[in-house]
């Protein structure tokens, strides 16, 4: 079974350009996340999605961020314009609503991004 | 404010030995918490939990206590392996709420020959 896929694994820009990133859940899983983590530090939640609903955005910067998952599916983070501050690795994490105490969270491999 | 916090970002253990990671934590509404492991290039991956009710949970060479009067737990991983070596993050959430996930800041493990 194909794990989390995301897109691309490197991407280099200036600043005050836009940049995408592409993530694929593993089949079947319904919750999607959204993680930055800058250098020396853990990730940190961005944004979570139950289908095609953001049922947790709080901690995302809504003047330069945006996300979505149209169909439930795949999702694509945006920021724009980038920052310097925006250098980190983000990662995508999908879960199934299996029940229970703690639903996995599977990690995709990230996405660095280099702002310069 | 970190909520979860690993004081020690780097430890070295000779191969066949024990290896102990440590984690703090300081909101009272944590009640189950998590270790990953990640390799370079590669996103965390889960490798034991614990629920409150517990204080020790064991799976094979890797053994998780927790402390909840101290709020500390730690990752005790005996006999050490050389792919061990990797960067452990101490993970903790509140149930009943989505299996959110705060993290902490990660321990890089270096387990020598």
């Known amino acids: 079974e194909a794990g989390v896929v995301q897109s691309p694994r490197y991407k280099i820009i200036e600043k005050k350009q836009p940049v995408a990133f592409w993530c694929n859940p593993i089949?079947?899983?319904?919750?999607l996340y959204w993680y930055r983590q800058n250098l020396g530090q853990g990730p940190e939640l961005l944004i979570r999605?139950?289908?095609?609903?953001?049922?947790?955005d709080s901690q995302l910067p809504k003047d330069r961020f945006s996300a979505e998952r149209l169909k439930g599916v795949d999702s694509t983070l945006k920021i724009q314009p980038a920052e310097l501050g925006d250098s980190a690795v983000y990662l995508c994490?999908?879960?199934?609503?299996?029940?229970?105490?703690?639903?996995?969270?599977?990690f995709g491999p990230g996405t660095r991004l280099t702002v310069l | 404010d970190q909520q979860v916090k690993q004081n020690s970002p780097s430890l070295s253990v000779q191969e066949g030995r024990i290896s102990i990671l440590n984690c703090d934590y300081t909101?009272?509404?944590?009640?189950?918490f998590l270790w990953y492991k990640k390799y370079p290039a590669e996103g965390p991956t889960f490798l034991i939990s614990?629920?409150?009710?517990?204080d020790k949970n064991e799976d094979g060479r890797f053994t998780v206590f927790l402390n909840k009067s101290a709020k500390h737990l730690s990752l005790h991983i005996v006999p050490s392996q050389p792919g061990d070596s990797a960067v452990y993050f101490c993970?903790?959430?509140?149930?009943?709420?989505?299996?959110?996930?705060?993290f902490g800041t990660g321990t890089r493990l270096q387990v020598t020959l």
């Open positions: 614990i629920s409150s009710i517990k």
């Open positions: 909101n009272s509404m944590f009640d189950y």
């Open positions: 999605y139950e289908n095609e609903e953001a049922v947790d």
């Open positions: 089949s079947g899983h319904n919750t």
């Open positions: 993970a903790a959430m509140e149930t009943g709420t989505a299996s959110k996930l705060t």
């Open positions: 994490a999908s879960s199934s609503q299996a029940g229970g105490l703690y639903n996995e969270q599977f």
